[in-house]
């Protein structure tokens, strides 16, 4: 047990506070009736990711996703200018939908105005675009900081890149102790209905931009103080956790699939925090991090907590000192979770923004949860008086958090400094991870063995080319997502061993002795299986891009030879045989996009003979090589003339929004349906296919909508996905299966083995969220992929129920994807919020397969 004498035992949570921790991940909250309430009202079932009703279910503008798919990453000014950066930007229209509005609360449309007007009130406020979001709305990045010439803008990029390159050196350079600002990162309304963060930062920069005294003067010429003031303007103005693609952003940075993700990115990328503060809503009493086990193996937790916790401390002390109390005020006091509470909040993946902003160098980095609920429920049913009591009272709890940062920055900017040089150099030098103990981290009290986590690291990974090679097309897409993620890559100029391997000329090679190892092995590690650490997770247990993204990786010695370069884009991998007709393997989503590009233009295309692939004639080479060179893909000359003629597939989904996403980014065209659409009438003649995983439930249609499904299906496929795709296939009397399912909430990576042409040429891994298998297989039902035998769980966290069954040793060898005659069912998540890449061809497959093959079709 966490306790000390300085800070008693709080009651240790049991499973009722883990179910809620896990519901505040998507949307529920903590909260008290009211001023003088002192109960906590019960918190709502744990949900994620779109959830099965229609008010969740993705529906997201097709022009959002193209949004998010094209948006440039900004350049962030660089060195080339000093400080002040000023613009004048341009208001936005008025719009009295903004539900900040009622709140009390500054709209979005009111934030360019007030930026102008804190730009104009001296000389230490500037104001750049960081890019626009997936809505098309400005993000909007502030820096803080004493005036600065261009030359000493260039002298602080120079020290900042000695600090991440040369890390050895900068721990003893002068101008890095004595002249070095120290970069803070400050983000705000991430999640878009967890507005008051935006506000405590807007009235931070003018009371800064404003202050004359001494330690002012001293915090910003000593440091630059980042804020982004919104993270989300779409969510911020509709009320909505997620952006206008329907994302949780701070899901989204392993995947990096939306704008602003990739903004947040860009910032970390170029301003290198040492400090991060992400402000969220809403705990009551006031959540600070750091977390409960499990921690992250691959950080260097030691530095991390180290700075953490000393910060969470001073704002606990902060927030507290307001003087707010639950019996006049409703609110309770902090609350540090690694002190307080045994798990359910932790840090594992690098989802989150404070746990990616580790591997780029931040050694204290929080999220922190403000008390009062003002969202959802309560944003519908709370007079408005009482709403803008609860958010005044939140931008005062934040506000206390961003002041307390600042301080623990103005006093400990040496030490902060240091411990981030000594981050990279850990990983330049290849020294190993120090355990965290209360030896290691003084100060930190009740360190116990529940908190160590560490690794061993690779000497590299490579990413080899030819035919050890799965993908090309998959192996660039990854190189490419590691060097925009910071990580050094090389290529191979000549054939190299490493270890007993001989490796091909044109190889990939990622050293680990570079500044940013931790991120590299939590991108490219298979992970570690953590069930039996802790009884459930807050989020995702196993992400491995190595496993999933449909690339051959491999860790390995570090190399010997081979003449290695540093890239900084993958080698263009687009080709086209010269001869014969062409076949596109259909192994990857950009070949899947390639195909439907191809089919939008008019091209003939008919399906390869052994439903992988599709086959184009000779004769359309000039048009292919265009499609070819824009999606990155390898048409090769085969004397195939192909099978039956393929036509584009028009895909009614009923799924959630990051599948929505991924079926847009393969090109396909999309209408959202659910049962309410279907209720009110829907024209069955625009779609092709149906796609199920979230939101159409059969029981609720009206008499008429299913009939017209159940024609609609007569004629045509289901492609089902989860406990929702399984029931509809029931109900609907199509593959004669029984699902069964795991705990909702196991999740992780998992071995398979593919046995079908839906599933050749897969990876053998696929990810796994809430997992299902198929028994009771009857006639015409095919296996076109089953769980590995013995332990197929990987990495994450699958727990058998408490009566032994649902576990991973029951899944072994069962059926996980299945098809027939009018359906194919899935039981793992192959478009996972935009992430398990190598397994999206998958669902295209099975898309082309049922459009036009229903129960009794041909």
């Known amino acids: 047990m966490r306790t000390t004498e300085s800070s008693p035992a709080r009651p240790r949570p049991g499973r009722a506070v883990l179910i809620a921790a896990l519901a505040l991940a998507t949307g529920g909250s903590l909260f008290l009736t009211g001023p003088a309430g002192a109960d906590s009202a019960p918190p709502p079932p744990p949900v994620r990711d779109g959830g099965t009703t229609d008010e969740a279910f993705g529906r997201s503008p097709a022009d959002a996703a193209r949004q998010a798919l094209t948006a440039p990453v900004a350049e962030l000014g660089g060195s080339a200018r000093g400080y002040p950066r000023e613009q004048r930007l341009t208001p936005d229209p008025v719009n009295p939908d903004d539900r900040s509005v009622k709140l009390g609360l500054i709209p979005y449309h009111g934030i360019a105005e007030r930026l ?38 260039r002298e602080q990029q120079r020290l900042r890149e000695l600090i991440e390159r040369e890390p050895a050196r900068a721990a003893k350079d002068k101008a890095v102790r004595s002249a070095y600002k120290t970069p803070v990162f400050l983000n705000s309304n991430i999640h878009g209905n967890e507005w008051e963060g935006t506000d405590a930062s807007l009235k931070l920069i003018e009371r800064l931009a404003r202050a004359n005294d001494a330690r002012t003067g001293e915090l910003l010429g000593r440091s630059r103080l980042y804020f982004n003031i919104t993270a989300n303007p779409d969510g911020r103005i509709a009320g909505t956790r997620a952006n206008g693609n329907g994302f949780d952003l701070n899901r989204d940075f392993v995947t990096a699939s939306q704008p602003e993700t990739r903004a947040m990115r860009q910032i970390m990328l170029e301003k290198q925090p040492a400090v991060l503060l992400d402000l969220h809503g809403y705990v009551n009493g006031t959540l600070i991090e750091p977390t409960t086990p499990p921690h992250g193996e691959n950080y260097e937790y030691d530095l991390f907590l180290k700075h953490t916790y000393a910060n969470a401390l001073g704002m606990e002390s902060a927030v507290n000192g307001l003087g707010y109390t639950e019996g006049r005020d409703g609110v309770r006091p902090a609350q540090i979770p690694f002190r307080d509470q045994e798990e359910g909040w932790d840090d594992w993946p690098p989802i989150f923004t404070p746990q990616y902003a580790a591997f780029h160098g931040a050694v204290a980095a929080h999220t922190v949860e403000i008390p009062l609920q003002v969202n959802n429920a ?59 103990s209360e030896r290691t981290v003084p100060g930190v009290p009740g360190i116990g063995p529940e908190d160590v986590y560490t690794v061993r690291f690779p000497g590299a990974y490579i990413v080899p080319a030819g035919g050890a090679q799965r993908s090309a097309t998959a192996a660039a897409r990854l190189v490419d997502h590691l060097l925009a993620n910071g990580v050094e890559v090389e290529r191979a100029r000549h054939s190299f061993r490493a270890g007993r391997t001989t490796y091909p000329a044109g190889s990939y090679v990622v050293d680990m002795r570079q500044p940013k190892r931790g991120l590299v092995n939590a991108l490219l590690a298979d992970g570690r299986d953590i069930s039996g650490k802790v009884s459930a997770m807050y989020d995702i247990s196993g992400w491995s891009l190595g496993r999933l993204w449909g690339a051959t990786v491999t860790p390995a010695d570090r190399p010997h030879g081979g003449s290695p370069r540093p890239v900084d884009a993958a080698a263009p991998v687009a080709a086209v045989g010269r001869y014969g007709n062409l076949e ?167 071995r398979v083995v593919n046995s079908g042409p839906l599933t050749a040429g897969s990876p053998d891994h696929a990810f796994v969220y809430g997992p299902m298998w198929f028994t009771g297989l009857g006639a015409g039902v095919r296996v076109e992929q089953s769980y590995g035998g013995g332990a197929p769980l990987v990495s994450g966290h699958w727990r058998a129920r408490a009566d032994g069954g649902g576990g991973p040793g029951e899944a072994a060898q069962k059926a996980s994807v299945v098809s027939g005659r009018g359906a194919v069912l899935f039981g793992t998540e192959p478009l996972f919020r935009d992430h398990p890449k190598g397994e999206f061809a998958q669902v295209g497959r099975a898309l082309f397969a049922m459009a036009g093959a229903g129960a009794g079709g041909s």
């Open 116 to 153: 102008n007007a804190l730009q104009e009130i001296g000389d230490r406020v500037s104001v750049e675009v960081a890019g626009r979001s997936a809505g098309g709305h400005r993000l909007y990045l502030v820096t803080v900081t004493a005036p600065e010439s261009a030359r000493q803008t």
């Open 584 to 750: 596109l393997r259909l192994d990857d989503p950009r070949e899947v996009a390639a195909l439907n590009e191809l089919l939008r233009r008019g091209v003939e295309v008919r399906r390869s003979h052994d439903g992988g692939g599709a086959v184009v004639p000779g004769s359309a080479r000039e048009r292919v090589r265009a499609v070819a060179d824009a999606h990155g893909v390898v048409f090769r000359s085969t004397k195939e003339r192909g099978g039956a003629v393929l036509r584009p597939v028009r895909v009614a989904a009923a799924v959630a929004s990051g599948e929505l996403f991924a079926l847009r980014e393969m090109g396909f065209a999309v209408t959202p349906v659910s049962t309410a659409v279907l209720n009110a009438g829907f024209d069955w003649s625009s779609v092709d296919v149906l796609s199920v995983s979230a939101g159409l439930d059969h029981a609720r249609l009206t008499p008429a909508a299913r009939d017209a499904l159940g024609a609609f299906l007569a004629g045509h496929g289901l492609v089902g996905r989860g406990g929702a795709g399984a029931a509809l296939n029931t109900a609907a009397g199509l593959l004669p299966v029984t699902p069964v399912a795991a705990d909702g909430d196991a999740n992780g990576v998992v």
């Open 378 to 436: 309560a944003y519908n049913t709370l007079p408005v008086a009482e709403l803008r009591r609860r958010s005044a009272v939140n931008v005062a709890v934040a506000g206390a958090a961003l002041d307390a940062t600042l301080e623990y920055v103005r006093e400990r900017r040496a030490s902060l400094i240091a411990d981030q040089i000594e981050v990279f150099r850990r990983g330049a030098a290849g020294a190993a991870q120090v355990p965290v």
